[in-house]
Nanobody, 118 residues
Framework: QVHLLEFGGGLVQAGGSLRLSCAASGSIVSINVMGWYRQAPGKQRELVATISSGTTTYADSVKGRFMISRGNVKNTVSLQMNSLKPEDTAVYYC?????????????WGQGTQVTVSS
């Protein structure tokens, strides 16, 4: 069993900052890619940022404002979100490509709400 748990969502005014964290737990052998996705009401889930072996990718809409990093605690990932805009409002999901004893699969967290008021 593998579980991903997100922390840090909330309500913030435009221009403010939030930090999301995600912790993976369970029978984990190794983690390759960790990332953040988001889904706004009425829209499809979209990639926000990923990190793998120190290499990061970002959606164009968040470049220069968001930063993804692996935590000092094993199997964690964070997303620092600065200069937030109302259009960043969404449920944010953590995703990880995890190897367990029986194989490799993608796992998702339950999501955390981020609301940016104008």
């Amino acid at each position: 069993q593998v579980h991903l748990l997100e922390f840090g969502g909330g309500l913030v005014q435009a221009g403010g900052s939030l930090r999301l964290s995600c912790a993976a737990s369970g029978s984990i052998v190794s983690i390759n890619v960790m990332g953040w996705y988001r889904q706004a009401p009425g829209k499809q889930r979209e990639l926000v940022a990923t990190i793998s072996s120190g290499t990061t990718t970002y959606a164009d809409s968040v470049k220069g404002r968001f930063m993804i990093s692996r935590g000092n605690v094993k199997n964690t990932v964070s997303l620092q979100m600065n200069s937030l805009k109302p259009e960043d409002t969404a449920v944010y999901y953590c995703k990880a490509d995890i190897k367990v004893v029986t194989g490799r699969d993608n796992y998702w967290g339950q999501g955390t709400q981020v609301t940016v008021s104008s």
